[in-house]
């Protein structure tokens, strides 16, 4: 696999990792016997890719479908008197309409801090009878710490330790999921549901981070290696890596939390207001409550200095994490800078997502990128550079 097909800065971990430190998921015998490349990550021995490498990973997930592990992530089951009860408590950490989510539908949220930046982005669903919260490895025993803090007493904060998470992406996800659940079909994206599969209860989401259609499943640690050799039976299926999953969120034009998205980057300025539901804006219904409200709706008002786009370099070199954009090809001080970019296999190309001074976001801006000491151009696109196939 040409390192090329890397990006440079693609994962983030946190702390020093040595070999004997690191934490293994349920399936790392899987990993192992699949011949993977293992790689510290955020406190993990990971696979970064398997023998096909990772350019044909990222093409076989979006042509068929690709099975990922993702158990490094935390999973936390928020419980209390009743869902209702526990959704205006979780309200006091994040500026989503949590009250408002129907029993089996998931959405996209992110907890905030004082000075309104993000602290880490997640996933939460209504399970009918408690909250079910992903949230990323590297950022998990903060975020735990967090929800402890502020839920407890009212809320019992249950961090699940005893099964594992996979991630089966791509267009024929659901064809090859269906062989062994029949009816999960009839799943719309971000529902979620409790479903039994080889006889083993599994809390399944219509939902990814590579812009495909396809499904979460949590399951019990014990069945994962066998579930997942079910899977990986099939035709269709490949196992895929961390390499090409970060390749695949950027040409989705996803954020990777501590490289696009950080404790002291806003949701105004990273574009993701969309996830803030009117409810909790200013004049809403509960409006605020969480942290940085009066920062964040300030943002939204009048406007922000800097903001997230997408950048596509007008050459084949591509533009990497740290690379610093200017607005013209000589003189003047940078006006932004790339936070994850690579080639991006889809589109034969180079792709990079960044932030530059609002004056220069604007659509088609023609910008340039230094790479190594030359400035190369660059065009504002909108993202994502590959349309999402989500089953709405």
């Known amino acids: 696999m040409p390192d090329a097909f890397l990006l440079k800065k693609p994962l983030r971990s946190t702390g020093s990792e040595s070999m004997n430190a690191l934490q293994r998921t349920p399936l790392f015998d899987l990993h192992l016997a699949l011949g993977a490349k293992m790689v510290p990550f955020a406190g993990y021995d990971m696979p970064v890719q398997y023998k096909p490498g990772v350019m044909k990973e990222h ?6 479908a690709g099975l ?8 936390v089951i928020l419980r209390g008197e009743t869902v209702e009860a526990v959704a205006k408590a979780f ?4 500026p989503m309409d949590v009250v408002g989510l129907e029993v089996g539908r998931q959405r996209y949220g992110f907890f905030t801090n004082a000075e ?12 009918g009878d408690h909250i079910f919260v992903v949230v990323n490895a590297a950022c998990k025993e903060a975020d735990i710490a967090r929800m402890r803090t502020v839920l407890e007493p009212e809320v019992t904060v ?3 330790t005893d099964r594992a998470l996979v991630a089966l992406q791509g267009p024929k996800a659901e064809a090859v999921l269906e062989r062994l659940a029949p009816g999960i079909a009839a799943m719309r994206f971000m529902d979620v549901a409790t479903v039994e599969i080889m006889g083993i209860e599994t809390w399944v989401s219509r939902s990814g981070y590579t812009g495909e259609d396809g499904f979460e499943i949590s399951l019990p640690a014990a069945q994962a290696e066998a579930f997942c050799r079910s899977l990986l039976d099939m035709d269709e299926v490949e196992a895929i890596g961390l390499g090409a999953r970060d390749s695949l969120r950027l040409e989705a034009g996803l954020c990777l939390y501590g490289n696009d998205i950080d404790a002291a980057t806003s949701p105004v300025e990273a574009a993701l207001t969309w996830a803030i539901q009117k409810v909790r804006r200013r004049g809403g219904a509960r409006e605020g409550g969480f942290p940085g409200a009066e920062v964040i709706f300030d943002q939204m008002a009048e406007g922000v200095a800097r903001k997230r786009v997408g950048l596509l370099p007008q050459g084949r070199a591509p533009m990497r994490g740290g690379t610093e954009i200017y607005a013209s090809a000589e003189g003047g001080a940078p006006i932004g800078a790339v936070t994850s970019g690579g080639f991006g296999p889809s589109v034969n190309g180079p792709v ?4 530059v001074s609002a004056e220069y976001a604007g659509k088609d801006t023609e910008l340039f990128g230094e790479v190594r000491g030359k400035r190369m151009p660059v065009k504002v696109v909108a993202l994502p550079f590959v349309p999402a196939n989500f089953k709405r």
Do not use: C, K, P
Request: proline share 0%; charged share 25%.
């Open 59 to 64: 093409l076989h997930t979006r042509a068929e």
């Open 68 to 75: 990922f592990d993702v158990s490094h992530m935390g999973q």
């Open 91 to 94: 309200e006091r950490l994040v």
């Open 116 to 127: 309104g930046g993000i602290e880490d982005d997640l996933m939460f669903a209504n399970r």
């Open 158 to 160: 249950e961090v699940v």
């Open 352 to 355: 990079a997502i960044g932030y």
